[in-house]
C-alpha cells in the first residue's frame, strides 16, 4: 500500500447560504482545492454527505458534482455515513490512492440544511439513530445525547456546568476562523444561563446546523512534489463502528466505535495518545467532547473534564481541542463536517492558520468524525512534511 497525502484544501465559509444551493457550494469549494493542488483534473471524486435527498431533492452528487465541475468523465460517488460523511468520503479517497487504483481523488463533503425549517431538519437528522426502536419512540440526537448527558452526570457526580470548558474554548477559537458561522466568544456564566433544549443538554451545548461544503485532494506520496500545494501526510484513517441503537450497547458511556477507530489509527500510524499535538474533536455536544476524550485514550472514564482542565486545552494547552471553532463554534453542515475537521488539521500544520488560533506544537494532528451516536466514527492522524 502506498503512502498517502493532502496537497490541496478548499472551503466555503459555514453560514445560511441562502443565495447558493448544494452544487455551487461543492463545486466551489471542489475547484478551490484543485487550484490549491495545481491539478485541472482528478482521477475520482467522492462527495460526503448525509441529507441532500430529504433536504435537497437531489441525490447523484457524485455525477452532479463532477459534472459542474467540469470534470467530464470522470469517476464520482456519494459516500454516506450519517454525520461521519465526510470522513468517511476522505477514508473512501485514501483507500483508492493507496491501493494505487488512482493518483489523485478530490473529496468533497457538503450539506445545506438550513433551505428549510427547523424541524425538517431535526427530523430528517434523526434518521442516523436506529428508525425502528429510537427515532419513533420520539428520539432525536438532542435527546439522545440529554439521555448520555444525564448517566454521566449521575455516574461521575460532575457539575454540568462544568462541562462549560468545551464550548467557551470552542468559540474562543471561532472567533479568527473566517470561516467559521459563531465568530463571538461565551462566558461560562451565559452557558450556565443558557436555554434549556432536553435536560441537561442546553444551546450552549450544541453545534449549529448550517450550509458548507469543504474540499481536500488527495495523492500518493511519491507523487507529491508535482503539485503546487504543501503536502501533509495522513498517516492514518481508520474507521470502528458500534450499535447504532445506544440501548444496545454494553456502556452507553464507553464509545465502542471511538476505541476501535483509534486503536486501529494508532496502531497503522505507530503512535500513541501522548504523541498528538492537538485534537480536532467532533463536539456536536458538550458530551460527546467527554465521552470522545475517554475512549481516546487522553483521559480515564469519568475524567474528561479533570483532563481539560488540568492539561489545557486551549491553543496554548496540553492537547489543544477545535482549533479553528469546532462543529460547536465553526457549525456543523453534518456531511461536510468531517472535510472541514482534516482542512483545519492541515491548515495548522501548514501554519496558515490566523496567528492567534496557530497551536505552537503542530507536527501530528488528529481528526474524529463521528456519525450518529458513535455508530461510525473516523479517526484520521496527520504528520507535517518538514
Known amino acids: 500500500?502506498?503512502?498517502?497525502?493532502?496537497?490541496?484544501?478548499?472551503?466555503?465559509?459555514?453560514?445560511e447560504h441562502w443565495g447558493n444551493n448544494l452544487r455551487d457550494l461543492a463545486v466551489t469549494a471542489l475547484r478551490n482545492a484543485m487550484e490549491d493542488a495545481g491539478v485541472d483534473t482528478l482521477d475520482g471524486v467522492c462527495v460526503g454527505n448525509m441529507l441532500s435527498g430529504a433536504l435537497s431533492e437531489q441525490e447523484h452528487l457524485g455525477s452532479l458534482i463532477v459534472d459542474y465541475a467540469g470534470l467530464d468523465g470522470v469517476e464520482g460517488m456519494k459516500i454516506e455515513a450519517a454525520c461521519g460523511s465526510g470522513a468517511a468520503a476522505i477514508r473512501m479517497a485514501v483507500?483508492?490512492?493507496?491501493?494505487?487504483?488512482?493518483?489523485?481523488?478530490?473529496?468533497?463533503?457538503?450539506?445545506?440544511?438550513?433551505?428549510?425549517?427547523?424541524?425538517?431538519?431535526?427530523?430528517?437528522?434523526?434518521t442516523a439513530a436506529d428508525a425502528d426502536y429510537e427515532?419513533?419512540?420520539?428520539?432525536?440526537?438532542?435527546?439522545i445525547n440529554a439521555l448520555l448527558m444525564c448517566r454521566y452526570l449521575h455516574e461521575y457526580k460532575c457539575d454540568k456546568n462544568d462541562f462549560s470548558l468545551f464550548p467557551?474554548?470552542?468559540h474562543q477559537n471561532?472567533?479568527?476562523?473566517?470561516?467559521?458561522?459563531?465568530r463571538h466568544t461565551i462566558t461560562h456564566k451565559q452557558y450556565a444561563e443558557s436555554k434549556m433544549i432536553a435536560y441537561?443538554?442546553?444551546?450552549?451545548?450544541?453545534?449549529?446546523?448550517?450550509?458548507?461544503?469543504?474540499?481536500v485532494i488527495v495523492v500518493a506520496h511519491e507523487n507529491m512534489d508535482q503539485y503546487a500545494g504543501k503536502p501533509v501526510s495522513i498517516l492514518a484513517c481508520e474507521v470502528g463502528t458500534d450499535t447504532i441503537a445506544v440501548d444496545n450497547r454494553e456502556d452507553p458511556l464507553w464509545l465502542k466505535g471511538v476505541e476501535r477507530s483509534v486503536k486501529k489509527a494508532y496502531h497503522v500510524s505507530g503512535l500513541s495518545p501522548k504523541d498528538i499535538d492537538?485534537?480536532?474533536?467532533?463536539?456536536?455536544?458538550?458530551?460527546?467532547?467527554?465521552?470522545s476524550l475517554e475512549a481516546s485514550g487522553f483521559a480515564e472514564k469519568g475524567k474528561a473534564i479533570e483532563f481539560a482542565r488540568k492539561t489545557g486545552i486551549d491553543i496554548q494547552g496540553g492537547l489543544p481541542l477545535s482549533t479553528c471553532g469546532g462543529l460547536k463554534g465553526r457549525g456543523h453542515p453534518v456531511g461536510a463536517s468531517g472535510v472541514y475537521q482534516v482542512i483545519e488539521a492541515v491548515q495548522q500544520l501548514r501554519e496558515t492558520v490566523p496567528p492567534k488560533i496557530q497551536v505552537p506544537r503542530n507536527d501530528i494532528a488528529m481528526a474524529q468524525n463521528i456519525g450518529g451516536s458513535g455508530a461510525t466514527v473516523i479517526t484520521t492522524i496527520l504528520k507535517k512534511i518538514a
Do not use: W
Not at 471561532?174 to 459563531?182: E, G, S, T
Not at 441537561?200 to 458548507?212: E, Y
Not at 485534537?279 to 467527554?290: G, K, L, Q, R
Open 1 to 15: 500500500m502506498r503512502q498517502v497525502a493532502i496537497v490541496g484544501l478548499g472551503q466555503t465559509p459555514v453560514r
Open 95 to 126: 483507500k483508492a490512492v493507496a491501493s494505487g487504483l488512482m493518483d489523485k481523488v478530490g473529496v468533497v463533503g457538503v450539506e445545506k440544511l438550513t433551505e428549510l425549517s427547523g424541524n425538517f431538519s431535526t427530523t430528517a437528522l434523526a
Open 168 to 170: 467557551v474554548n470552542a
Open 135 to 143: 427515532s419513533t419512540m420520539g428520539l432525536n440526537f438532542v435527546g
Open 278 to 291: 492537538f485534537f480536532e474533536v467532533h463536539d456536536a455536544f458538550s458530551i460527546m467532547t467527554a465521552l
Open 174 to 182: 471561532a472567533v479568527h476562523n473566517p470561516h467559521a458561522m459563531f
Open 200 to 215: 441537561p443538554i442546553n444551546l450552549l451545548d450544541s453545534s449549529p446546523i448550517a450550509d458548507g461544503a469543504a474540499s
